[in-house]
């Protein structure tokens, strides 16, 4: 499998990272156990995880089950230097996690004490605010959210605490890299602002939506990447599985996503469906299997550090390992472009 640098080169991290989030509710802790086993046999090194994992659904009772079901691997194995780890802490929330509180700096201190615990393991390699706390554009907000009522003095003093703490726990060993998630470019450039103002660990990733149907990190956090050595850690790339066309024409396969969040986050819309049909028309037209397409045409991109996926089965895991090592062709591209140009972010 293709490995990519993070952190300057201190870092070497699979193309495709494998993404925890399912373990604890979809998938068993012998299944997530064999995910892992397969994921690493194909070469991948790099798995994501958070405090607030599992999903569907969320619950305060599974919180944490997923981090638990990578710590019962990583202590049963031995083989945590094998492993780049990556784990998050949640913004506020509606109740699922310390009771709705998000994190500042003692929190955030005390979070990766319990991620540890639950991981097992010393050290975190990257750690990540899940979203941030002064509200932002993820989860289909970038239709609503209004930045003007935001203190941006508060805003500083709140990264500074986190930066603050983010800086004892790397010199303590127990986090390696500091990063983001759902964040802007804007409060990415004040995040490491502050960071080479203060000495503080300054941030390495930024894990966002990116996929065929969702590219808003193709313009201003593209140029971040390239001018701040920050790279996108892409989730939802498959967009929640509609680009595997598993939900065109109505259907709703048993213990899909769709059957349990019947909107899919606000990716459901006509447009959305529309645009799927022109992605699964490329993949036809060329042979691909639309699924690699889709992860394929992510993992090219030159801001990416790499690309989370989930899978809920051993042969969902199977295919997109089957394409790992695929490359699109310059012809391919140009198809996807058109379709991206007709069909611009449906949700």
């Known amino acids: 499998m293709r490995m990519n640098s993070l952190a300057g080169g201190a870092l070497e991290v699979s193309a495709l990272c494998l993404g925890a989030m399912t373990w604890g509710t979809t998938n068993t802790e012998a299944e997530g156990h064999g995910q892992i086993d397969m994921f690493l046999d194909h070469g991948g090194n790099f798995i994501d995880t958070a405090e607030m994992y599992p999903v569907n659904p969320i619950k305060a009772e599974n919180c944490g089950a997923s981090e638990r079901v990578l710590g019962t691997w990583l202590a049963a194995s031995g083989r945590r230097n094998d492993v780049v780890v990556a784990t998050k802490v949640t913004g506020d929330n509606p109740g699922f996690v310390r009771e709705g509180r998000g994190y500042d700096g003692a929190i955030i201190a005390a979070a990766v004490e319990n991620s540890l615990k639950n991981l097992q393991t010393d050290y975190i390699d990257i750690y990540q605010l899940h979203w941030p706390m ?27 605490d ?18 983001l998630s759902n964040e802007s470019a804007w409060g990415t450039m004040e995040w490491l602002r502050l960071a080479r103002e203060m000495g503080a660990p300054e ?47 109505g259907a709703i396969p048993d213990g899909s996503r769709m059957a349990i969040y019947p909107e899919l986050g606000g990716r459901k819309t006509k447009r959305a469906f529309d645009a799927v049909a ?60 058109v379709a991206h140009r007709d069909h611009p972010y449906p949700y």
């Open 278 to 337: 022109a992605y699964l028309a490329v993949a036809q037209k060329h042979g691909l299997d639309p699924v690699q397409m889709a992860l394929s045409f992510v993992m090219s991109r030159p801001f990416m550090g790499s690309t989370i996926f989930g899978a809920s089965t051993q042969a969902q895991l199977a295919t997109i390992l089957a394409g790992k090592d695929l490359v699109l062709s310059d012809e391919v591209m140009a198809d996807i472009d």
């Open 162 to 179: 986190v930066l603050t703490a983010m800086t004892e726990l790397v010199a303590a060993g127990k986090v390696r890299h500091f990063a």
């Open 203 to 249: 941030v390495i990733s930024v894990q966002n939506e990116y996929s065929l149907m969702y590219r808003q990190a193709d313009t201003d956090f593209a140029e971040v990447c390239h001018n701040e050595g920050v790279r996108i850690l892409s989730y939802s790339p498959l967009a929640t599985g509609l680009l595997s066309g598993k939900y065109q024409g």
């Open 134 to 160: 002064r509200g932002g554009y993820a989860f289909r907000q970038n239709w609503t959210f209004d930045a003007t009522g935001q203190d941006r003095a508060a805003t500083e003093a709140h990264m500074r």
